[in-house]
């Protein structure tokens, strides 16, 4: 069974961090273009920031610029966000993806492409 799964989600004061983590079973996630999503209630999920299967190259949604830090273990066929600096406008629900082809990992968040979803992790960020 082909699976992605989020881990690290959970609740932190404002300028705190986390770490997600997503996993993956069933297929190696080096051969894929990751990303990672967010959807907050009453909003569109949006691309919060993608990672090259080919040359790491990565983007970042100008929200978390600075902030956030996508990028892999291929030895724990892991991908992670790590998020500092948090601030309530983070709270959501966060989504991995994976997809094989995308004309760029900045498409990949964009348009919102994933061939595999994780079933969401919620963070939230409040004092």
């Known amino acids: 069974q082909l699976q992605l799964v989020e881990s690290g989600g959970g609740l932190v004061q404002p300028g705190g961090s986390l770490r997600l983590s997503c996993a993956a079973s069933g297929f190696t996630l080096d051969a894929y273009h990751i990303g990672w999503f967010r959807q907050a209630p009453g909003k569109e999920r949006e691309g919060v920031s993608c990672?090259?299967?080919?040359?790491?190259?990565?983007y970042y949604a100008d929200s978390v610029k600075g902030r956030f830090t996508i990028f892999r273990d291929n030895a724990k066929n892991t991908v992670y966000l790590q998020m500092n600096s948090l601030k309530p406008e983070d709270t959501a629900v966060y989504y991995c993806?994976?997809?094989?082809?995308?004309?760029?990992?900045?498409?990949?968040?964009?348009?919102?492409?994933?061939?595999?979803w994780g079933q969401g992790n919620q963070v939230t960020v409040s004092s």
């Open positions: 993806a994976a997809v094989r082809i995308t004309p760029s990992v900045r498409a990949m968040c964009v348009m919102r492409l994933g061939t595999y």
């Open positions: 990672i090259s299967s080919s040359d790491d190259s990565t």
